[in-house]
T-cell receptor, first 113, second 115 residues
Framework: GDSVTQTEGQVALSEEDFLTIHCNYS??????LFWYVQYPGEGPQFLFR?????EKGSSRGFEATYNKETTSFHLQKASVQESDSAVYYC????????????FGQGTSLSVVP | GGIITQTPKFLIGQEGQKLTLKCQQN?????MYWYRQDSGKGLRLIYY???????QKGDLSEGYDASREKKSSFSLTVTSAQKNEMAVFLC??????????????FGEGSRLIVV
């Protein structure tokens, strides 16, 4: 079945550091790809999506580019802030009329001042 | 905007007990989901319901039942609680949308504690 792999379980950075969280997927079709963010005590919330090869999704300074060749959708941010500390989930969904999302394991980001 | 409300926030029960989590949404979304969240394992789908009166099993449905009472509500029952099932359970909803995949909106989660 479809799957999503996030390489990093935990990432620790200082403010203004560059962030990369790796996401690779395996899917039989041509999925939509998502990033969700979960702050402590809250449910995951949608960050952004991309639906086709080479499309860039972005929100709140975060961005990722759909790469069908390398089956990747890596999350990046140029300069992280302490308020970005959260758990980040990569997910994929089928681009049919209905889809259930398949999530990666999650990456816990901790940013210190 | 809308909101997803999960009750209770903490559910404490004994081993072997039948326990039920409830979820309400006011987005008027057709589709609702229950995911289980375990540290290091991400979110795994337990049950989903595409429309009212529909029920579909996810990857983790064994040991659970679900009920879609009406469009706005979706319940999850742990049929016999076990200590290794202690986790956070997340309810979500989405529109049925062509072409670009669905965006899910999540509740804050319910934590199951088995004593």
């Amino acid at each position: 079945g479809d799957s999503v792999t996030q390489t990093e379980g935990q990432v620790a950075l200082s403010e203004e550091d560059f962030l990369t969280i790796h996401c690779n997927y395996s899917a039989s079709g041509y999925p939509a790809l998502f990033w969700y963010v979960q702050y402590p005590g809250e449910g995951p919330q949608f960050l952004f999506r991309a639906s086709r090869d080479k499309e860039k999704g972005s929100s709140r300074g975060f961005e990722a580019t759909y790469n069908k060749e390398t089956t990747s959708f890596h999350l990046q941010k140029a300069s992280v802030q302490e308020s970005d500390s959260a758990v980040y989930y990569c997910a994929l969904g089928e681009t049919s009329s209905f889809s259930k999302l398949v999530f990666g394991q999650g990456t816990s980001l901790s940013v210190v001042p | 905007g809308g909101i997803i409300t999960q009750t209770p926030k903490f559910l404490i029960g004994q081993e072997g007990q039948k326990l039920t989590l409830k979820c309400q949404q006011n987005f008027n979304h057709d589709t609702m989901y229950w995911y289980r969240q375990d540290s290091g394992k991400g979110l795994r789908l337990i049950y989903y319901s595409i429309t009212e009166n529909d029920l579909q099993k996810g990857d983790l449905s064994e040991g659970y039942d679900a009920s879609r009472e009406k469009k706005s509500s979706f319940s999850l029952t742990v049929t016999s609680a076990q200590k290794n099932e202690m986790a956070v359970f997340l309810c979500a909803s989405s529109m049925v949308r062509q072409g670009a995949g669905n965006t899910l909106y999540f509740g804050e989660g319910s934590r199951l504690i088995v004593v």
